[in-house]
């Protein structure tokens, strides 16, 4: 049986922010990535998503912890699953 690929949304202000900090350019993290600039774009504004390999190759260029750009909304007490 195949494997179905992921494919992620990256909180777009988090990653801009990221290459902004790091003085990154699109052109640049796209060479990187391997993809055209036009679409890191894209993935960049949410229009289209990152795949795992480009994800974890983020992580790894931003030296950034998958849970700090990840982070899931916390619930309240009353809604949590009793266990």
Do not use: C, H, W
Not at 3 to 23: D, F, M, N, V, W
Not at 54 to 81: M, T
Request: proline share 6%; charged share 35%.
């Amino acid at each position: 049986m195949l494997e179905k690929k992921r494919e992620y949304q990256l909180p777009t202000r988090i990653l801009e922010a990221l290459r902004s900090i790091y003085g990154y350019s699109q052109e640049y993290i796209a060479e990187y990535l391997g993809i055209s600039a036009p679409s890191y774009s894209r993935k960049e504004r949410g229009v289209t998503f990152f795949d795992t390999r480009e994800i974890n190759a983020l992580l790894d260029l931003f030296k950034v912890p998958y849970d700090k750009i990840f982070k899931r909304p916390r619930r309240k007490a009353q809604e949590r699953p009793n266990l």
